[in-house]
């Protein structure tokens, strides 16, 4: 008897072309299963781009506006404290080391008006403070229009408002010589400040100098707050020193807190809603992987006639699971391209329309489309089996 | 052979040059219930190289059985099977698999054409599972779309075509790797009355080219017109009548 027998074979080409016909003759359903994985796909990659893209953003706002800055401020609570710093504490701190630049404010008790014929209490929830020239350099903030208190202008009636302050008193340009009623005299507004994301109590205030206070307002120039600019690598030791220095003899009722911690603590919040969004693109994900399990069931039970062509035809039953399978994973990872693409567009154009840069992360595009194929192995694996496990002669009886 | 047969003498004498390309014996398939159903029931046939045999008999004979088991998409319960000289009790369900890429070839009543392809891949599907290079496929799918003369519709959708010439394109497929033997199982059932007798003149046509090819139907007069009848009831052979030898002209 005759013995050797070539086994079946089909070439990865023809492979192809057999997974691809179901999905050729069948386009619309074939659209639309694919479609949950698009979304799922789609949702992963732009919550994890826009997360990017947004964390860059505030990332580069963060290098920008510096993580060695330090503010202290008088310790407040009860039977802490006076609400003050010591007179001397600003030069105390610019004597310690690694210090690069200190700048104090200090409260004053003077309202700001429009005019003086805005009734006393509505004040805008405006403070005015009394601060130091270098303020702003400090603080690396940047004037929107006009120019900072500097030494040309100490003794004279001049205000620089912070930019809701600013809005609030209806003062859109620092150099059109608008005055404004402050602490019953009338002050030129020299400039408008952008605002400052280290301290955003400065947008809701209006800064005069410590000469123009004390001249104009007779305010004592007892500081209430001091922002400290550090050299980064010596922060913690600064910070850890800064308490002792201010107020030797009360170290406790110094605050020192680190402005740019706010905005980390604003990134890991980000990082939650991100998770969750997450989540949810995988459940979408998985709608999607159920969907198209459904399809290829169906189509399992539509296609006996071929299966049993098929067999008849020298297929072997792996070569029918192989098809099937195929057939779940070109659908998958057709999707899969697809929600990369969508979720990358919606990326793009959001960033585009925040101004970030626009960041996709390659995990998002390399997870994406390894979600997308276990998906759609996942998927296609019972409906192979399913088909494998047809009998021929049952298929081929079926029409 | 069965014991009621009423082989001619002419069965007997078997020219020796011609190999048997199916040999049945003794061939039982039941299929399990209560009460189990004897579906074919010892059953002895032979078939040689270049004949052309009917396999007749009404609903319920065991025609379709006997077709799965010499095709080798279903195994009998007793006897032995041998295909192209292979002995389908050794051979594993991928081998068989092996043995229906390259030594059988089936036509259905359904013509179980593959939508959205032309008729030329269609046909060269026909060796889809033997490893040949598609190229190579269609050049063989060519040739077979000409023997049976649809030469004119090889890029045509195969499914859009008329009934007979989606039989046809069928036969095609099933001759393209030139097989040992072609099984048809009804071929005319899903034809008008022309292009049913168009299928069978085309069939007489292949034979006489050398084309071994059993056909079944319950049609007797298509039946009538072949070489040699093997007439089934009750899933037992009751009649095999060779009406001429191969080659010979009837």
Redesign the interface.
């Known amino acids: 008897m005759n013995v050797s027998l070539e086994p079946s074979r089909l070439a990865p080409a023809d492979m192809m072309r057999a997974s691809l016909i179901g999905l050729r003759t069948r386009r619309l359903r074939s659209i639309l299963s694919g479609l949950g994985i698009v979304i799922g796909i789609a949702a992963m990659v732009g919550v994890l781009g826009l997360s990017e893209s947004s964390k860059s953003d505030l990332l580069a706002q963060l290098d920008q506006l510096g993580t060695n800055m330090l503010r202290i401020e008088a310790g407040s609570g009860i039977g802490i404290g006076t609400g003050e710093l010591p007179e001397d504490s600003t030069a105390m701190v610019s004597r310690v080391g690694p210090v690069e630049q200190v700048a104090s404010i200090s409260e004053t008790e003077a309202n700001v008006y429009r005019t003086d014929l805005v009734p006393e209490g509505q004040t805008g929830g405006i403070t005015v403070k009394a601060v130091d020239a270098n303020l702003l350099a400090t603080l690396q903030g940047q004037m929107a229009s006009g120019i900072f208190l500097d030494e040309a202008v100490s003794d004279l009636p001049v205000v620089v408002l912070g930019s809701v302050a600013a809005e609030r008193l209806g003062v859109n340009d620092g150099t059109d010589g608008t005055v404004v009623w402050l602490g019953g005299e009338w002050f030129s507004v020299v400039g408008v400040m952008e605002t400052l994301d280290l301290s955003p109590d400065l947008d809701r205030a209006a800064l005069v100098s410590y000469s123009t206070a004390e001249t104009f307002l007779g305010h004592e120039g007892v500081p209430s707050t001091i922002y400290v600019r550090s050299n980064p690598d010596d922060i913690d030791a600064v910070r850890s020193v800064l308490p002792a220095t201010v107020n030797p003899e009360s170290p406790d009722e110094v605050e020192v807190t680190r402005p740019s911690d706010a905005l980390e603590a604003k990134e890991a919040a980000d990082q939650a809603f991100t998770n969750l969004l997450l989540g949810l693109g995988a459940v979408a994900l998985l709608v999607g992987g159920v969907g198209i399990a459904n399809v290829m069931v169906i189509s399992v039970l539509e296609r006996r006639g071929e299966i049993g062509l098929r067999r008849a035809l020298g297929a072997t039953k792996g070569h029918i699971s192989i098809q099937f399978l195929g057939e779940s994973l070109i659908l998958a990872t057709l999707g899969g391209l697809g929600g990369v693409a969508l979720g990358g567009a919606v990326t793009a154009a959001y960033a585009w329309s925040q101004g970030w840069e626009v960041l996709i992360p390659a995990v998002a595009i390399v997870g994406g489309m390894g979600a997308a194929l276990i998906i759609g192995v996942i998927a296609g694996l019972y409906p192979a089996m399913r088909a494998a496990r047809v009998s021929p002669t049952e298929a081929l009886r079926t029409l | 052979m069965s014991p009621t047969a009423t082989a001619s003498a002419q069965t007997m004498a078997a020219s020796s040059d011609q190999r048997t390309v199916l040999a049945l014996s003794n061939v039982t398939k039941t299929y399990p219930g209560t009460p189990p159903v004897h579906a074919i029931r010892g059953v002895d046939l032979d078939i040689r190289s270049g004949e052309l045999v009917s396999i007749v008999g009404p609903s319920g004979s065991g025609k379709?059985t006997l077709l799965?088991v010499i095709?080798t998409?279903?195994r009998a319960t007793s006897g032995t099977v041998?295909v192209?000289?292979?002995?389908v009790d050794?051979?594993n369900?991928?081998?068989l698999?092996?043995?229906?890429?390259?030594h059988?070839g089936?036509v259905?009543q359904?013509f179980?054409l593959?939508?959205?392809?032309t008729a030329l891949d269609n046909v060269a599907?026909?060796l889809?599972?033997?490893?040949i290079?598609?190229s190579r496929r269609r050049v063989l799918a060519e040739r077979a779309l000409e023997q049976v003369g649809l030469a004119h519709r090889m890029t045509h959708e195969a499914t859009k075509l008329s009934g007979g010439e989606r039989q046809r394109v069928a036969i095609a497929r099933a001759l393209i790797g030139s097989p040992d033997i072609i099984l048809a199982d009804e071929p005319t059932g899903n034809l008008d009355s022309k292009s049913g007798e168009d299928v069978v003149r085309l069939i007489e046509d292949l034979n006489a080219a050398g084309t071994t090819i059993v056909v079944i139907t319950h049609d007797h007069e298509i039946a009538d017109r072949f070489p040699r009848r093997v007439s089934l009831l009750d899933g037992g052979v009751v009649e095999d009548t060779r009406f001429t030898e191969p080659g010979d002209p009837r």
């Open positions: 379709s799965h095709g998409l279903d041998a192209a000289g292979y002995d050794d051979l369900d991928k081998q698999s092996s043995l229906r890429s390259r059988i089936f259905f359904q179980f593959l939508a959205g392809e599907d026909g889809l599972y033997t490893g290079a598609l």
